[in-house]
């Protein structure tokens, strides 16, 4: 065993403060009586935290990884379990401080951890259906709103002068296409829509 343990602290803006994070950390290690490295970064985006990066590929150098909000972790629920996953199989585990939730993965889990972990599960699987919904219903929303999808090739009123061109007997099919910049397939479309054929 190490007897050493890593901690973690973040904040997302560059005028957010990580006094407050780093002494609670520091005091909660300092309790355990363990030596501690003291990971620390300022980043707004969740996809480039090199410092996280950097403790979670040296997790197996420590017993355990201490943070003090769960929500250091990931901007999901989903994305915080797979990264407590990551953590539980790199080392001993992962003691969220400062939480309501008081997460403690660390050796044999009680049986309030483990009911705890599965109701995290059950709200990542839950969080994830109602962002699958909301996109789907999102995209209908766009597609009966004409947002999405390939535009018309010919304006409605476009379809209507065609078929008039069309049944005056002005034009033929390939002179349609070459007047409008369009394909035959196209005018064929248009021409149906609007009863000319």
């Known amino acids: 065993m190490t007897e050493k343990i890593a901690l973690y ?4 803006t560059e005028n957010q403060d990580l006094t407050n994070q780093v002494e ?5 290690a300092e309790e355990e009586g363990r030596e501690y490295d003291l990971y620390k970064e300022k980043v ?14 040296r997790l197996e150098d420590y017993d355990y990884l201490a943070i003090t ?3 250091r972790f990931g901007r999901s629920l989903r994305q915080m379990l797979e990264n407590i996953e990551k953590v539980n199989d790199k080392c001993d585990g992962i003691v969220v401080i400062d939480d309501e939730l008081s997460i403690d993965t660390r050796g044999e889990s009680t049986m309030q951890q483990k009911i705890m972990t599965n109701f995290l599960s059950l709200f990542a699987d839950v969080e994830r259906r109602m962002i ?22 010919l304006s409605d009123s476009e379809k209507e002068e065609l078929a008039a061109l069309y049944e005056s007997g002005r034009y033929r099919w390939d002179g349609l296409a070459e007047k409008y910049d369009v394909s035959k397939a196209t005018v064929s479309k248009a021409l149906k829509e609007k009863g000319a054929l």
Do not use: H, N, T
């Open 44 to 57: 707004s985006s969740v996809d480039e935290r090199p410092e996280f990066e950097k403790v979670m590929d």
């Open 69 to 71: 909000k769960l929500d």
């Open 132 to 153: 699958r919904q909301r996109l789907e219903e999102g995209y209908q929303k766009a597609q009966e709103e004409g947002r999405v999808g390939r535009p018309e090739s």
């Open 9 to 12: 602290a973040r904040v997302s």
């Open 24 to 28: 609670k950390l520091e005091e909660y």
